[in-house]
């Protein structure tokens, strides 16, 4: 199998902090990877180490098969990156951003435009495309950054939260575009926070959590990793749920969590349900949903981690809005 | 071969490093790029135009006749420290624009190119120096309107916008180090304003200095504003020229040898 992106050992240290502890990573040519953790994770500065533009303290990489620190200008021709915050420049239009980029890698000032018209004709851009992009929306300033990161028609494209902060609608026209790069070939590299994001998209999935890869495999392999599945638990009167509680804690055998009027328990032993039920009837306790369903990544991160993502991820988004 | 075989072996076989000239090209497109910005934000024009002119017409006709006896005669003294004073303050949105780059993630889309990596810094400094040109050119054109006569030609003139442009790419690095330490773009303006405006008024570019106490004065003659101003006197009103000129090209290698290597390295610590 060709490997797009390899990467071995990378360690990078700010002061006291370690944000890159030892990561390897395997990506094959065309297809999506997902880089998947909660802020602080490492995910930002291992795409900054594979697009060259920060250096590890330890191990190294290769993308396209050239060294990132050796070969850096090499490794430039073949990338796109789509970084964390949209960065193009707002004060351009979203015609000349394209047309900058074009000129850069060395495009005709022909070429450049007819390239820039063709990528703001596929996003949907067109009509905004001689606005300064200061005036676009968050969905559109996210897509002329994608488009400028494919300018050059990289072979490996890094996709940085491509979708954080974004409406559901902007989201979903993303994902089309991402799977529409892979179909073309494209070998793409996708942090994110958003655990159905990496389960929508990627194929193989790498869960990172303080500077480490913690578990890595497709989403199915990964849901199965946690031992299967998930028992819910909502009974019609709510002041029955410390009973719920500690009869499916009991039963279980490990502690449930409480999500406003259900209990949810993962549970492994088949044997459970049918317990859970006689215990629950014993008690006399009506119950308005009881639900077994196989664990999703929310679930999957928890038990890896010890900590949700998803709760990060919504306290991270609203200090972002706060910023803004 | 053809345009399609060509690009398909230069995919094969990515360059392994770039030539002088693709570096100076990726400097001419990124100037283009700070300045087309200029079109879609034509505060930046009232910046570089407006302010210049007022502060000419300001100072000329509000300070002139009580400091020089006539607004003439002090156009003709205070003209050159006008045009340093803009020069000082010019050098100011180069930071201001790194800054924007570096916190708006522009300079690392930039730095994932595969293009020379002292392009995106010379391309601003390139757009920068032009804004400068137009904003002397503004400042003598206004001043020749209002009376003020070239002491010794064309040639005097361009002698005063080498040495302005000398000392203006010099300072520039204090504007990058600002740049790039300060958290956001309107840090780099009130960096400005408190460092650049006592700087310019503590010189001779406005006043005569005799009636300022000694230990400000001591401070004035040393100011490479002060310096600054008296070699554009010399340059574009007459009078000695090669003295100032001199110790301004020292201070200019002064500030370079100490502020260029602190930004490079601030630089590289921040991306």
Redesign the interface.
């Known amino acids: 199998m060709t490997y797009a992106i390899r990467a071995e050992g990378l360690v990078r240290r700010f002061g006291a902090t370690t944000a890159l502890a030892g990561v390897d990573l395997a990506v094959p040519a065309g297809t999506v990877f997902g880089l998947l953790g909660p802020n602080g994770a490492g995910k930002t500065t291992a795409v900054r180490v594979l697009a060259t533009l920060l250096a590890a303290d330890e191990g190294h990489a290769t993308v396209g098969g050239y060294d990132v620190r050796r070969d850096a200008h090499r490794v430039r021709q073949l990338i796109g990156l789509t970084g964390q915050y949209a960065s193009v420049d707002e004060t351009l239009t979203g015609t000349e951003n394209l047309l900058l980029i074009g000129r850069l890698l060395g495009m005709g000032r022909a070429d450049a435009r007819a390239r820039a018209r063709q990528l703001l004709a596929d996003f949907h851009l067109t009509d905004a495309a001689d606005r300064a992009a200061k005036t676009y929306s968050g969905g559109m300033r996210r897509r002329l950054d994608l488009a400028a990161s494919l300018v050059g028609r990289p072979q490996v494209l890094f996709l940085d939260e491509p979708t954080t902060g974004l409406d559901p609608r902007s989201r979903n026209e993303l994902w089309d575009i991402v799977r529409g790069l892979v179909a073309d070939g494209v070998t793409v590299l996708l942090t994110t926070q958003y655990l159905e994001e990496a389960d929508q998209l990627a194929g193989e999935i790498a869960v990172v959590d303080h500077g480490r890869v913690i578990a890595q495999g497709t989403p199915e392999e990964l849901k199965a990793k946690t031992g299967g599945q998930i028992l819910t638990v909502r009974p019609v009167d709510p002041t029955d749920l410390p009973t719920v509680v500690s009869i499916t804690h009991e039963v279980a055998g490990v502690a449930p969590e409480v999500a406003q009027t259900a209990v949810s328990v993962p549970v492994n032993d088949p044997g459970v349900l049918p317990a859970v039920v006689r215990r629950l009837d014993q008690a006399e306790i009506v119950v308005a949903e009881l639900a077994l369903r196989g664990s999703s990544l929310d679930e999957v991160f928890l038990s890896l981690t010890g900590h949700r993502a998803e709760q990060d991820t919504r306290a991270a988004d609203a200090r972002e809005r706060t910023l803004a | 071969m053809t345009a399609a075989t060509a690009t398909a072996t230069?995919?094969l076989a990515?360059?392994?490093?770039?030539g002088l000239a693709?570096g100076l090209?990726?400097t001419l497109?990124?100037a283009?790029?700070s300045l087309?910005?200029i079109k879609?934000?034509p505060m930046e024009l009232l910046d570089l135009s407006i302010q210049p002119v007022m502060f000419v017409l300001l100072f000329t006709y509000v300070f002139g006749g009580a400091i020089s006896g006539s607004p003439g005669d002090y156009l003709k003294f205070a003209l050159p420290g006008i045009i340093v004073q803009n020069a000082f303050f010019a050098t100011m949105t180069t930071g201001f624009g790194l800054n924007t780059?570096l916190t708006?993630?522009?300079f690392?889309?930039?730095?994932?190119?595969?293009?020379a990596r002292w392009s995106p810094l010379a391309g601003r400094i390139l757009a920068d120096t032009v804004k400068q040109a137009w904003s002397v050119s503004l400042l003598v054109g206004v001043g020749a309107i209002l009376g003020f006569r070239l002491g010794n030609g064309v040639l005097g003139l361009l002698g005063a916008f080498a040495l302005l442009l000398a000392f203006s790419l010099a300072a520039s690095w204090i504007s990058v180090l600002v740049g790039v330490l300060v958290s956001e773009p309107d840090k780099v303006q009130i960096f400005g304003f408190m460092v650049i405006f006592p700087l310019t008024f503590t010189s001779n570019a406005f006043v005569p200095t005799e009636t300022m106490p000694s230990w400000l004065q001591r401070w004035v003659e040393v100011n490479p504003v002060t310096i600054l101003a008296d070699a554009l006197r010399g340059l574009l009103v007459g009078g000695p020229v090669a003295g100032p000129a001199a110790q301004a090209l020292i201070w200019a290698a002064g500030i370079l040898a100490v502020f260029a290597p602190l930004a490079v390295r601030a630089l590289k610590r921040r991306?």
């Open positions: 230069a995919a990515p360059a392994r490093r770039l693709a090209r990726h497109t990124l283009w790029r087309v910005q879609h934000n780059d708006k993630g522009v690392d889309r930039l730095r994932a190119l595969p293009i991306v």
